[in-house]
Every structure is written in structure tokens, then in C-alpha cells.
């Protein structure tokens, strides 16, 4: 697997309370990958006779989203769209071209198939402090430290990498961080092993992350997502990322389903 390095960066908005943060955190991070931002609305609106009103005050919700990310983040290159479907498939069809996907909210099913990064932006706290890789022994771990590399760079700082097991072993806990360090290739990494519950533990850690990056499922989950993933998008104090690799996700789309319809930005 691999993560994906070209494309843009794809926002969803369409909650007010969740949106701000989200934002934010897109435009930061296609600014600072030189990448596009793509400030997305999935749009389903309502029957005929109110489509005409809905799709301008849909249309109005994106540019004041654009203008958002211009503001926080001046010289980003924000472009409004509209697309036609529920948000949770929009997201998914978009995240096939996507380096990356933010979201203002626990968005489940996006967050479990995408194609690309998901990172869930938190509205009560602005990103800061260290990025921080939650590393196991899944084939995510890898990938999820390489992101946290890759992140911390931009920022200017170190990627930390922590392992979260039970008392008494510490020691697998370092081979478990050994072995994903060498397989990320990172070098200049904090590594740290932490003991107590791996959910509990690692929501506490996402108080002093400025972004926690973790992969979607651990090395003995089979479901959709982990039980550690899905207590870290429930509770997470900041922001926090959930890596995928390059690879169609299981049971996504079928071949032949239809492609979303973007919609132009114009008032009618």
C-alpha cells in the first residue's frame, strides 16, 4: 500500500458547528502540500418546488466556506463545488482521486473505505503541538508513520511514534516500534512506549497532539473499523487522521456505479 501523493485535498462541508475547523485544517494542509483544495458540498436538496432556493443557499454555503479557507490560510487555492448525493458516498467516489479527505465530523463509513487519509477535524481546539503516530502491527502502521513523518515535516517538527500495550511488555512494544520505524524508512522519529488501554490511552494523547494519525483498523480486526480507530473518532480531543493506503477498500463500490454529477457554481 501505498499513500496516495497527487490529487487534492477535499474538504466536506454542510454542518456549520463542525465545518470552521475543518476547513481550516484543509486549506493548511493543501497549502502546505501545493496542492488544491477542493471545498465540497454534497448536495441532495428537496423536491421540485424548493430545489431553485435550496441550491443557491448551497451554493452561497460553499463560497462563504471558500472564502473561510482564503482567510485562514491566504494564498491556498480554494475551488467550490457542488456535488449531486449523500455526503458519506460523495466523500468516498471523491476520495479515489484524493491525496487527502477532511471531515468536521465522525463520518463512519468515510472514515472506514476511503481510498485516501481521512483526517476529522475537531471545531473546540485549533491543531498544535506534535504530530503522533499510533504504531501496531497492522499493515497500517507503516503507512501511518510515514504520514506522521511527512506532517511533521511541513510543520517544521519531529513525527513521535508510540506503541500502547500492557504492563510487562515494554520490550515488545520497542521490536513493535523497531519494526515500523525500519519499514516507514523514517529516521529522525521520538519513539515511546505507553502502557494501559490503547483507545483510552491514545484519546488522552489527542489532548497534546496537534494531530494524532493512526491507521483504520488494528492487526487482529476484520470489521470496518477497529475498536481502537472507532474510539479515537468518537472521543478524540484534536484532530486526528486515519491512514489508508492506494488500494480499493473492501465491499466499495461496484464496477459500473455511476460517477457523482458536479454541479456548476451558478445562481439561478
Not at 467550490?80 to 465522525?106: E, N, T, W, Y
Amino acid at each position: 500500500m501505498q499513500i496516495p501523493s497527487q490529487g487534492p485535498v477535499v474538504v466536506g462541508i454542510g454542518d456549520p458547528v463542525t465545518d470552521a475547523a475543518a476547513v481550516r485544517l484543509a486549506a493548511r494542509e493543501a497549502c502546505s502540500r501545493g496542492r488544491v483544495l477542493q471545498v465540497v458540498h454534497a448536495f441532495t436538496g428537496p423536491g421540485d418546488a424548493g430545489w431553485g432556493p435550496a441550491r443557491r443557499s448551497a451554493s452561497h454555503l460553499v463560497e462563504e466556506a471558500v472564502s473561510a479557507a482564503q482567510r485562514s490560510t491566504p494564498g491556498v487555492d480554494a475551488r467550490p463545488q457542488l456535488v449531486d448525493g449523500p455526503p458519506g458516498r460523495v466523500l468516498l467516489r471523491l476520495s479515489r482521486g484524493a491525496v487527502l479527505v477532511v471531515v468536521g465530523g465522525p463520518l463512519v463509513e468515510v472514515v472506514a473505505r476511503a481510498w485516501c487519509p481521512v483526517a476529522v477535524a475537531r471545531a473546540q481546539r485549533t491543531p498544535s503541538g506534535p504530530v503522533v503516530a499510533a504504531v501496531d502491527g497492522s499493515p497500517y502502521a507503516a503507512l501511518a508513520l510515514r504520514f506522521a513523518v511527512e506532517a511533521a515535516g511541513r510543520r517544521g517538527g519531529i513525527a513521535h511514534a508510540v506503541h500502547v500495550t500492557g504492563p510487562g511488555r515494554e520490550a515488545d512494544g520497542e521490536r513493535v516500534l523497531d519494526e515500523a520505524v525500519a519499514r516507514a524508512g523514517a529516521v529522525a522519529v521520538h519513539r515511546r512506549v505507553l502502557i494501559g488501554p490503547a483507545g483510552t490511552t491514545l484519546v488522552r494523547m489527542s489532548r497534546r497532539a496537534g494531530l494524532l494519525v493512526l491507521g483504520p483498523r488494528g492487526p487482529n480486526a476484520a470489521g470496518r473499523l477497529g475498536t481502537v480507530a472507532e474510539e479515537v473518532l468518537r472521543r478524540a480531543a484534536g484532530p486526528a487522521v486515519f491512514v489508508h493506503g492506494a488500494r480499493r477498500p473492501a465491499g466499495f463500490v461496484k464496477p459500473g456505479d455511476a460517477v457523482p454529477v458536479l454541479l456548476p457554481l451558478t445562481h439561478t
